[in-house]
């Protein structure tokens, strides 16, 4: 990335929050979950494109983020913590 676009130490910012998204998103508890969290994102930010404007693809990211952690709060392939 740093061939196309000018590098500076805060480049990975606006990357950095979508990464913890996906990892959120699979479970933490799985490297596996991890990777199928970002291809659902990666296919939420394409899709949206599509019906959104490109500024809110993000939005349409933490609301489908937020919509899966209310049904299943331990992520997709995450494994259920003990209850306290």
């Not at 676009?5 to 699979?26: D, H, N, Q």
């Amino acid at each position: 990335m740093a061939t196309y676009r000018p590098f500076s130490p805060f480049f990975g910012e606006s990357i950095i929050i979508i990464l913890f998204a996906s990892v959120v998103l699979g479970g933490m508890t799985s490297v596996t979950g991890a990777v199928l969290g970002g291809l659902i994102i990666g296919l939420i930010q394409q899709l949206s494109s599509f019906i959104l404007p490109t500024s809110l693809q993000n939005v349409s990211v933490f609301s489908a983020l937020v919509l899966c952690l209310y049904i299943l709060p331990q992520g997709i392939l995450g494994k259920k913590g003990r209850a306290v």
